[in-house]
């Protein structure tokens, strides 16, 4: 049975609510895919994958994808879990801010997470980028190699500039549904699907992020996208990390349903998944409401001391 070129479903014309679906069995996109190239349009399918890692084999060699603004304790765990030879590659890396080196993060990431497997970053449609992923290939011996990481991490976007494929990109998650299996000349390519991930909002963001610092007073509140409140419990720094987006300081108290607390000892940043980093500076409890807890990753920051 024929596959789409665009997602790597496995084609059938018999339930338009599942993967795969087409009218003519000798097209070469899925009728999802169709549409989200076309049309931009995104079908929500009854199937969603189970499991957040795909089942690969022993052997070979995975490039694991993870944009900088989703490096979080939880998608490096994913990346750790993955029991083959592996290369980590943080994507998006041109709009890392200019203040932080990258070998800095590459150091933080190894020490703090144990990691001995090569990292790598890239840049989305960089020459460059392509040239170190095409080294590391060749410079592999068995010509087996997988990709995957993140939804909407760039991998697809990526792949189509190595082998100028069709594999179909888009914002929504999970553009491609099984493993697409592309003959290169550097091997034997497979794409797959990105892991479901949860995020906030993606930041369409273009070249190095900015960062704004607020100074805080206790129980000074910054509103950050009309929506997001951070709320400190002792006079304190908060940096932003993100988009440009509206931000503003309060003390009006916060009559949300639902406020996190967490108690910040060290030097933090505080992911949201996909948007932004809130870096906390010094030690104090901070309350976070507005948002859904599963979008908010603390952990030990790289920002601050000396770049190496």
Do not use: W
Request: net charge positive; charged share 25%.
């Amino acid at each position: 049975m024929s596959k789409c070129l665009g997602c790597g479903a496995k084609l059938q014309d018999k339930d338009k609510d599942k993967v795969g679906y087409v009218k003519d069995l000798t097209m070469e996109l899925c009728e999802r895919c169709f549409r989200i190239t076309n049309y931009h349009e995104n079908k929500v399918l009854k199937e969603v994958p189970k499991n957040p890692i795909p089942k690969l084999p022993k052997k070979g060699l995975a490039f694991f994808f993870i944009d900088y603004l989703n490096i979080t304790n939880k998608s490096i765990n994913y990346f750790k879990s993955v029991d083959m030879d592996k290369v980590l590659v943080i994507s998006k890396s041109d709009i890392i801010p200019k203040s932080v080196y990258q070998k800095k993060i590459e150091d933080y990431l190894k020490d703090n997470f144990n990691i001995n497997s090569p990292i790598i970053f890239v840049k989305s449609k960089s020459n460059n980028s392509i040239k170190k992923i095409i080294n590391i290939m060749n410079d592999y011996p068995l010509k087996e190699f997988y990709f995957l990481g993140l939804t909407n991490a760039g991998k697809s976007t990526f792949l189509n500039a190595l082998l100028d494929t069709k594999i179909t990109v888009s914002e929504f998650p999970n553009t491609t549904e099984d493993f697409i299996k592309i003959k290169s000349i550097y091997g034997n390519i497979y794409d797959t699907a990105g892991l479901i991930y949860p995020v906030y909002k993606v930041s369409k963001l273009k070249g190095s992020i900015k960062e704004i610092t607020y100074n805080l007073r206790k129980n000074e509140t910054l509103v950050i996208d009309d929506s997001i409140k951070i709320r400190v419990g002792g006079s304190t720094s908060l940096t932003f990390i993100g988009p440009i987006v509206n931000i503003r300081k309060s003390f009006k108290n916060i009559d949300d349903d639902e406020v996190y607390t967490y108690k910040i000892a060290n030097e933090t940043n505080i992911v949201i998944s996909g948007f932004g980093i809130i870096y906390v500076k010094k030690g104090t409890d901070i309350m976070i409401s507005g948002i859904s807890q599963e979008y908010i990753n603390p952990m030990k920051s790289y920002f601050g001391g000396k770049n190496n």
